[in-house]
């Protein structure tokens, strides 16, 4: 039996724990494509209710962080349960996490397509400078964040495709398209940090 059918939820003559690295794996990636629908929903907040993202408690970012991590564990718990629990089936759990990405690429987009149509809708100001300085940083920084995640989502989505077309068809992707998905969505990270 090859691994790619152990992790596929093939689970005759198994060994104990051999699914993990690809449990692993899901819940990395699917933990940073959360937290990337988290940051656009901040950014978003920030942009439409700027009065209101100034005073809210910093106990409100931390149990958003502790929820995308909580879901990220779910869906590695998920994919545990999947190899040792004949009934639920692997297809279910990726139903759940392919609805769950989807969701999240969602939120992503329609927060910076708020964000876009209110920073183009917003009149210049021409009585304070200061309040014209603070509006052209908050517009620099949500290109920034907009730049950031629209590369996020440049590497991410050639992955979420064949992840996808994968789970209908196991043999129709060559090994080296998996690897070179991969290789994409977990280069991600490496270019963050130059944008």
Not at 31 to 38: G, N
Not at 78 to 102: A, N, Q, W
Not at 125 to 139: D, G, W
Not at 179 to 189: E, G, K, P, R
Request: glycine share 4%; net charge positive; proline share 4%.
């Amino acid at each position: 039996m090859n691994e790619t059918n152990i992790l596929r939820g093939k689970k005759e003559n198994a060994l104990p724990g051999v699914w993990i690295p690809g449990a692993m794996q899901l819940f990395a990636s699917s933990a940073s494509v959360f937290f990337l629908a988290l940051i656009s929903l901040e950014c978003a907040f920030a942009v439409l209710k700027p009065l209101h993202h100034r005073v809210v408690s910093t106990r409100v970012y931390i149990y958003s962080i502790v929820v995308v991590w909580a879901v990220g564990i779910f869906i590695f718990g998920l994919m545990g349960l999947s190899f040792y629990y004949p009934k639920l089936e692997r297809e279910t759990v990726d139903i759940v996490v392919h609805f769950c990405l989807f969701i999240s690429l969602l939120v992503i987009c329609a927060s910076y397509l708020k964000i876009r149509a209110r920073l183009s809708s917003t009149a210049p100001e021409v009585t304070a400078v200061k309040s014209r300085q603070t509006t052209e940083h908050n517009v620099r920084l949500s290109r920034t964040l907009f730049v950031v995640i629209a590369l996020s989502l440049l590497f991410w989505l050639p992955a979420f495709a064949v992840y996808i077309g994968r789970d209908f068809c196991q043999t129709c992707f060559h090994p080296y398209v998996m690897w070179t998905v991969n290789v994409l969505h977990l280069a991600n990270s490496l270019v963050n940090p130059f944008v």
